[in-house]
């Protein structure tokens, strides 16, 4: 019995098909292998914190803060680590890009130090910003790198008044947008 051609034969020769596979399989190799390179690249950016500031001691660290004056989380602390040293600008920014604060900008960033910036809810153009959720930009030798995690500015609420004690007025406010630990060269 003789064999029965093949009705829909394929649109390539088997020559090309296989260079195609090859091609593939080569190009499958390439990036296992630089996935494997930036698995093993050191994080320029780790143990970065955002916590309310100031606060009295045994108070729960809180993950968000209202700038209304009354001396009760006013503050943002914002903290990383930089594992490579270089020059560095670091900014507050809407989750979209833009650019809300510059807390830094042109400093020095010493590998495996932490830097501590605090952010008091401004804005560039000296207003206080809306309630929302903003991200940390660290603008590093040519990178730019957004941090995991989000900053959370609440709304004040409406009957807010002054509860400023002796302890949470001792805060110096002069430190907003300032780094303080890598610049003192103390550790946590």
């Known amino acids: 019995m003789p064999k029965r051609r093949n009705e829909g034969e394929g649109l390539l020769s088997p020559r090309p098909a296989a260079l195609v596979f090859a091609l593939l399989v080569?190009?499958?190799?390439?990036?296992?292998?630089?996935?494997?390179?930036v698995?093993?690249?050191?994080?320029?950016?780790?143990?970065?914190?955002?916590a309310g500031a100031p606060r009295a001691k045994g108070m729960p660290v809180v993950h968000w803060f209202t700038p209304n004056g009354d001396c009760r989380y006013d503050l943002m602390?914002?903290?990383?680590?930089?594992?490579?040293?270089?020059?560095?600008t670091v900014q507050v920014i809407k989750p979209g890009g833009r650019v809300v604060f510059t807390l830094g900008r042109d400093e020095f960033l010493k590998r495996y130090s932490f830097h501590t910036y605090y952010w008091d809810g401004r804005q560039r153009n000296d207003g206080t910003a809306h309630p929302g959720r903003y991200?940390?930009?660290?603008?590093?030798?040519?990178?730019?790198?957004?941090?995991?995690?989000?900053?959370?500015?609440?709304?004040?609420?409406?009957?807010?008044k002054s509860r400023c004690?002796?302890?949470?007025?001792?805060?110096?406010?002069?430190?907003?947008?300032r780094k303080s630990d890598a610049a003192s060269g103390s550790k946590p």
């Open 135 to 160: 991200k940390l930009r660290v603008k590093f030798d040519g990178r730019t790198l957004v941090t995991p995690g989000v900053i959370r500015l609440h709304p004040a609420p409406k009957n807010a």
């Open 165 to 177: 004690t002796s302890a949470a007025s001792e805060f110096d406010h002069s430190r907003v947008g």
């Open 26 to 37: 080569l190009a499958t190799v390439a990036a296992f292998a630089y996935a494997q390179r």
């Open 77 to 88: 602390r914002i903290r990383f680590r930089t594992t490579v040293s270089g020059r560095g």
């Open 39 to 50: 698995k093993r690249d050191p994080l320029v950016l780790d143990r970065v914190t955002f």
